[in-house]
């Protein structure tokens, strides 16, 4: 496709709940960005993947939370035995590194709620 | 550590006044820096883009500046407009390794 595809848009699930979210990057586009955004706050870095690189998870909250990316597009980020505090609008970005003027294009994101 | 830290976190201006956001970085080595604009319930889209070299640089606006030597960038928006209410992030090329992002500004414009 032409941008960053998320999915599902929105998302509701019951406390201890596993739930995935799917990011569709750019076509090429070797850096993939998961980041979380709780109501009125800021941007949460969770997880970075570059190439074939081992990615940077040092953003990811706790050891419920992981993501992969596999064959070097699609990514999936999962999030097991949900937590209210897990609420939040989840955001995917994507970008060609390597390239000086590079920028992230971010998916529509997908809105978690937790019950 | 590579951080980029934006103030202030939220601000409240009356339409048409003019405003300043701010940007702080350790990002070293740097490439170039983005103020990126996300409007409520949509992903932040890029405003402007500078690199080492440029100081200033306008979109409308919008007029972004920055100082390399300081480490230091600003958005500044003129005769602000209710549809300027959003979050504004400030993101970091490190050397074209990798984007920091800011936490973003949370822009209100009241009429």
């Known amino acids: 496709g032409a941008g960053v595809s998320q999915s599902p848009s929105n998302k509701v699930t019951e406390k201890g709940k596993d739930v995935e979210l799917r990011c569709d990057p750019i076509s090429g586009h070797t850096a993939l960005y998961w980041y979380r955004q709780s109501l009125g706050q800021g941007l949460e870095f969770l997880i970075y993947f570059q190439g074939n690189s081992a990615p940077d998870k040092s953003g990811l909250p706790s050891d419920r939370f992981s993501a992969e990316r596999t064959g070097g597009s699609v990514s999936t980020l999962t999030i097991q035995r949900t937590q209210q505090e897990d609420s939040a609008v989840y955001l995917c970005?994507?970008?060609?590194?390597?390239?000086?003027?590079?920028?992230?294009?971010f998916g529509q994101g997908t809105r978690l709620t937790v019950v | 550590k590579n951080q980029v830290e934006q103030s202030p976190q939220s601000l409240i201006i009356l339409e048409g006044k003019n405003c300043t956001l701010q940007?702080?970085?350790?990002?070293?080595?740097?490439?170039?820096l983005r103020w990126y604009k996300q409007d409520t319930g949509r992903g932040p889209v890029s405003l402007t883009i500078?690199?080492?070299?440029?100081n200033t640089k306008s979109n409308g606006r919008y007029t972004a500046t920055l100082d390399a030597d300081t480490k230091q960038s600003s958005l500044h928006i003129t005769a602000s407009q209710l549809s300027d209410s959003a979050s504004y992030i400030c993101?970091?090329?490190?050397?074209?390794?990798?984007?920091?992002f800011g936490t973003g500004t949370r822009l209100q414009v009241f009429p």
């Open positions: 500078m690199t080492f070299s440029e």
């Open positions: 993101v970091v090329n490190h050397n074209t390794d990798k984007l920091i």
């Open positions: 970005a994507s970008s060609s590194q390597g390239a000086r003027d590079t920028e992230a294009f």
């Open positions: 940007c702080n970085y350790t990002v070293s080595p740097f490439s170039n």
